[in-house]
């Protein structure tokens, strides 16, 4: 079981957008992925189709009830590709769970006890993390054995990525030695700006060969899909934004690129 913590402190710039639509891309290649919610906002469930009145556990219950993590599963409406959502009531776990011992590595824990009960069924779980560096984020980084950040080339986007990698040593050094930054994605990035030229090379001179190759451009169908409960590859799978998720999984997974005729198209051009 991979597991992928999707992080960045900040709100809005991609997050569960990415963790959805390369889950479901990764879906689409014959992998097996399981995404689970941790940001109380629940905007992973809603964008998957989850019906927010369906009494199956959540992510709440598994983290502060202790019921099992397989309780909590849901199937998607895209194959290989299941769900843990949360819901408001997590916003009160960061202070419900201050009290418990081991309250940092909850989340692997029952992750663990997953993969003994339900051997091999999931091969690669997202974790779409909430805006800030709390115990949910820690449980997420602990959990994990890689780090993917989405990141928006605005001018202060690289200070908030010192404090991240700073969290993230931490808890390689305390929690989780083989915790590794795997990379950093931008996103909703317009290439041919001057500013994303300069972030981007900044963000490649502090992190060498950590951000990916895959860039995700913006597009509307991404905005449109969550409110139609689907990924952007079921939804708009001819779009840019699924042509770039798509490419996206491919890279991570170190596929062989695919080249599609619009993008030989557009180098031709
Ligand atoms: P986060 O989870 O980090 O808060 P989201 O993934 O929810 O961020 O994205 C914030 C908003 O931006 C959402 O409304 C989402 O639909 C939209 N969005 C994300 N990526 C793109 C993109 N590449 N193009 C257009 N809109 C996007
Ligand atoms: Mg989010």
Known sequence: MNIVAVINQKGGVGKTTTTVNLGAAMAALGKRVLLIDLDPQA????????????????????????????????????????????????????????????RETLLRDSLEVLETSHPG??????????????????NALSAARQVLVPLQAEFFALQGMAKLTEIISLVQ?????????????????????????????????FFPN?????????????????????????????????????????????MPEEVSEEQSAEASA
Do not use: W
Request: include cysteine; aromatic fraction near 4%; hydrophobic fraction near 40%.
């Open 43 to 102: 905007n992973l469930g809603t964008h998957v189709g989850v019906d927010p009145q369906d009494p199956t556990p959540t992510i709440y219950d598994v983290l502060v009830r202790g019921v099992a993590l397989d309780q909590a599963l849901r199937p998607t409406a895209e194959p290989r590709l299941s769900v843990v959502p949360s819901n408001l009531d997590l916003s009160a776990a960061e202070m419900e769970l201050v009290s418990m011992v081991g």
């Open 173 to 205: 050094r305390r929690l989780n030695a083989r915790l590794e930054l795997a990379g950093i994605v931008a996103c909703k990035v317009d290439r041919r700006t001057k500013l994303t030229q300069e972030v981007m090379d900044e963000v490649v001179r």
């Open 121 to 138: 069924e999931f091969e690669y779980v997202l974790l779409d993390c909430p805006p800030s560096l709390g115990v949910l984020t820690i």
């Open 210 to 254: 950590r951000l990916m190759k895959t860039i995700i451009r913006p597009n509307v169908k991404l905005a449109e899909a969550p409110s139609f409960g689907q990924s952007v590859l079921l939804y708009a799978p001819d779009s840019n934004g699924a042509t770039d998720y798509r490419q996206l999984a491919r890279e991570f997974l170190k």
